[in-house]
C-alpha cells in the first residue's frame, strides 16, 4: 500500500544548502522552472529571470553571505525541491524568496514542509511576519500558499529589466 501524503512529506529530509549544492540548486531551478512556468511568464522571461536569480556568482553571495538561507528537501531518496528565506528591511519581517518542487513533489505535503522550515527559521532569527510575492497567475501556488496560512497583503508590478515585469501578489503570514 503506498504511504499516506502526510506520512511521505513528513519522513522527507531537509538540510540546510550550502555553497557546494549551488550546481544542485542550479539545476532544479532550470527543470522546475521549465515544467511550471510556460503559460504563467513566457519563456523568455523564464530564462531571464534565472539567468538573472541563480548566477553562481548571485547564489554563492547569498549562500556565504549568510544573510538568505537556503534549504533542499528530498523525497524518494533523490532531491525534490528548495527554498530560501532571509530578512527584508522591515524589522522582523522576513521573505519567502523561493520556493520550488518538481512536479513530481507536488500534492504530497513537501511545499508545506519547506514553508514551515523558512518559518522556523525566520523566527529564530527573530522575525514575527513571512512574506513572499507570487505571481497572479500562478493559481496552483496560491492556492498552496494560502492553505498554509498567507494571506493578501496587498498586489505589485515589478519591473525587474530586460523588457519584462513580474505582476504579483504580495502574502503574509503571522509567525
Known amino acids: 500500500m503506498p504511504a499516506q501524503p502526510e506520512l511521505a512529506a513528513s519522513a522527507a529530509p531537509i538540510r540546510r544548502a550550502g555553497v557546494d549544492d549551488i550546481p544542485l540548486i542550479r539545476s532544479l531551478a532550470h527543470e522546475i522552472w521549465h515544467a511550471h512556468y510556460p503559460g504563467i511568464i513566457t519563456v523568455a522571461q523564464i530564462d531571464y529571470m534565472l539567468g538573472r536569480g541563480y548566477a553562481p556568482d548571485v547564489l554563492q553571495a547569498e549562500i556565504a553571505g549568510g544573510k538568505t538561507e537556503y534549504y533542499l528537501i528530498d523525497a524518494d531518496g533523490a532531491p525534490a ?5 532571509g530578512p527584508t528591511d522591515r524589522p ?12 513530481a513533489a507536488h500534492g504530497r505535503g513537501l ?3 519547506l514553508i514551515a522550515c523558512a518559518a522556523d527559521a525566520a523566527r529564530a532569527r527573530g522575525a514575527h511576519t513571512l ?25 505589485a508590478v515589478f519591473d525587474i529589466g530586460g523588457g519584462h515585469v513580474m505582476d504579483d501578489f504580495v502574502l503574509e503570514k503571522p509567525l
Open 131 to 155: 512574506i513572499l510575492t507570487v505571481s497572479k497567475r500562478n493559481t496552483k501556488a496560491l492556492a498552496s500558499y494560502r492553505r498554509n496560512g498567507f494571506t493578501l497583503r496587498c498586489t
Open 81 to 85: 525541491g528548495f527554498a530560501s528565506v
Open 92 to 103: 522582523g519581517e522576513f521573505k519567502l524568496h523561493k520556493l520550488y518542487l518538481r512536479l
Open 111 to 113: 511545499g508545506s514542509r
